[in-house]
């Protein structure tokens, strides 16, 4: 029996369909694979390994970025904070021309090929622009810095920018394919997904990890070459293990554009106004359940939420219609539109909290270069490496969370995620506005300090340990914990089937556009502030009002998570994820009958 069959898709695993995925996944050449043969941790293994390796090459740019613009490219501190959360909204808003390929034309596997390859040259301009002379300004000379020159500017930006148009290739692609090899129809594979996020996550942290201790250290004190050359390495050896393990990937058959049938549901809705919806949901156009099983796509029945955009499935009166005219869409086109809509109020309130985020890679580690970083006669601690314990506070709370207290809360909430995924995602943002509240108070103590030593005026470094700084990462880090994992699992997790990539890549543009956010709230405030005497944020930190600004985004993140608790009040998950309940309370239940009958 082929895999995609009716009985299959109905969760029938008598006979030789046990063996076939049961969720139509294919090989590369279309055919159904076996689920011993295919997919499972063993595939996940090679591309959790490209993930440590990749995320190497990205955060060892990302986490010392500001440093190199402004020591090195000889920028202001506002200049310089602004094209690094550009670059990152960049980087994070590409995903969705990834996923809208991959979706609509190459796949998943191919789309993610490609822009590795992109990102891979995109790192290698990087190296080339950091090592040769002619495209880097010369030192700064007796308190003169040299402009950089409109060519060293665009080859270092260039090779930032390819990076970032590389990554939305991979990105959206690469974590929704290690989700794909976990059957959604086996109740132990869809188990496994549970805490795939969670693991997959501590493999990114990992990365980052490395990047913000060692990699950041050769940058800042043996050569930028080194320190890019690396990554580079590491990022060719990824992808090369990616493909080592090609012939143990499930993949899932390219299914359309969503964008393209979400505009067509919408524009249909519209066109039919005033066309009434029926009462019986079996009078909208649906097609056959063999039409799906046969393209290997899920079928959902018509709901009652956001009924206007059932318009679209309405039939013509007069039996003109068809299928095929532009106005009559499928009652699963319909619902698929509806549940990508629900995510999108959700979605917007996570715009603040990336704005947060952006803070430990900016204006966090200029805090940092302010400040007595010595440890012992000879040696300096890089400003960027305080981000290392954001990472190791993710490591040991991913851990903590997935191995401790999702089994402890369990069997309370009855829940197989320990709460809900939004509970999680709130807990992360109310972690986060207690941590820009801290930085703010920290920050105060820090310009106490400048100014009791006359070091406003001079700008120079402050007697005051870095570590002053720490609790105010440490807190970044348990609160990203709670918020990034959940965001990724929950935007994945509520996206239709055969809008998964889509679904990843929304959480991705919530980066994006939540680093654009930081760009313009730093710019605005900065003028503004200017304007009325006093900016903010000047390239002289000891002058300037930091605190003030944490304070502003502190009441914003506030407001933001308010308005975070409404949203989720109302939210309904899709049923797939409230089913996942009973399967896995029912695997413990029998595990427990079977550790409880005696032996032989």
């Known amino acids: 029996m082929a895999a995609g069959s009716p009985a299959m898709e109905n969760g029938d695993l008598r006979g030789a369909a046990e063996e076939y995925a049961q969720d139509g996944s294919v090989d ?13 941790w063993t595939a996940c293994s090679f591309i959790v390994v490209y993930e440590l390796f990749e995320r190497m090459a990205y955060y060892g740019i990302a986490s ?19 094209n690094v959360t550009n670059w990152s909204g960049t980087v994070f808003l590409t995903p969705l021309l990834g996923a809208y390929v991959a979706d609509a034309y190459l796949g998943r596997y191919w789309t993610f090929v490609v822009g590795s390859v992109i990102y ?41 920018y390819i990076v970032a148009f590389g990554n939305g290739g991979t990105k959206p692609n690469i974590s929704t394919i290690g989700a794909d090899q976990f059957d959604e129809f086996d109740p132990r594979e869809k188990m496994h997904k549970l805490s795939f996020f969670n693991w997959w996550m501590f493999t990114i942290f990992l990365g980052i990890l490395f990047s913000s201790t060692v990699l950041v250290y050769l940058q800042d004190n043996v050569s930028w070459s080194v320190g890019y050359g690396i990554p580079t390495l590491g990022l060719l ?44 949901a079996k009078e909208l156009h649906e097609l056959d359940l063999e039409v799906y099983t046969r393209k290997r796509k899920f079928r959902l029945d018509s709901t009652n939420s956001m009924r206007f955009l059932n318009k679209a499935a309405v039939k013509d009166n007069d039996g003109g219609g068809s299928p095929a005219r532009w106005s009559l869409c499928t009652v699963t086109q319909v619902e698929e539109t509806k549940r990508i809509i629900n995510l999108v109020p959700l979605l917007v309130t996570m715009f603040v909290p990336c704005t947060l985020i952006a803070q430990t890679n900016t204006l966090f580690v200029k805090q940092g270069a302010t400040m007595n970083r010595h440890m012992g006669p000879h040696f300096q601690i890089p400003p ?15 851990v903590v969370y997935d191995r401790v207290f999702v089994r402890a809360v369990r069997r309370y909430t009855k829940n197989p995620r320990g709460i809900t995924i939004l509970k999680r995602m709130g807990i992360g ?21 400048a100014r009791s030593h006359g070091l406003d005026k001079t700008g120079d470094e402050l007697g005051l340990t870095i570590f002053v700084l720490l609790p105010q990462f440490v807190l970044m880090g348990l609160a990203d914990a709670f918020l990034v994992v959940g965001k990724i699992e929950f935007f994945y997790d509520q996206a239709p089937e055969s809008m998964k990539s889509l679904g990843t890549a929304m959480s991705l543009t919530a980066y994006g556009i939540g680093n654009i956010l930081s760009s313009f709230l730093l710019s605005t405030v900065t003028r503004i502030t200017r304007e ?4 903010w944020v000047t390239n002289n930190l000891n002058a300037s009002n930091l605190d003030y600004y944490y304070g502003f985004l502190t009441v914003l993140g506030g407001i933001n998570f308010l308005a975070f608790v409404a949203l989720s009040g109302v939210y309904r998950y899709k049923a797939e994820s409230t089913e996942t309940i009973d399967i896995v309370m029912g695997l413990e239940a029998e595990k427990a009958k079977l550790q409880a009958e005696p032996l032989g």
């Open 28 to 40: 590369l050449r279309g055919n159904p694979v076996l689920r011993s043969k295919r997919g499972g």
């Open 64 to 82: 010392n970025l500001i440093i190199y613009l402004t020591d090195k490219l000889h920028q202001g501190t506002v200049e310089a904070s602004n």
């Open 120 to 160: 891979f040259m995109g790192m290698v301009l990087l190296v080339l622009s950091v090592s040769l002379p002619a495209l880097k300004p010369p030192p700064c000379h007796a308190g003169v810095c040299p402009k950089a020159s409109a060519l060293q500017l665009g080859v270092y930006f260039g090779g930032l």
């Open 237 to 280: 050896v990824s992808i090369a293990v990616f493909l080592a393990g090609t012939k143990l990937y499930r993949h899932r058959v390219p299914q359309g554009s969503p964008f393209t049938s979400m505009g067509r549901v919408i524009a249909a809705a519209l066109f039919k106004w005033n066309v009434p919806v029926p009462t019986d």
């Open 384 to 398: 960027a490496s305080l981000g290392a314990f954001v990472t190791l506070t993710m490591l040991v709370a991913v």
């Open 429 to 449: 943002m109310f972690l986060q506005v207690v941590t820009m509240g801290i930085a703010s108070a920290t920050e105060s103590r820090r310009l106490a300090y």
């Open 532 to 535: 009325r005497g006093h900016a």
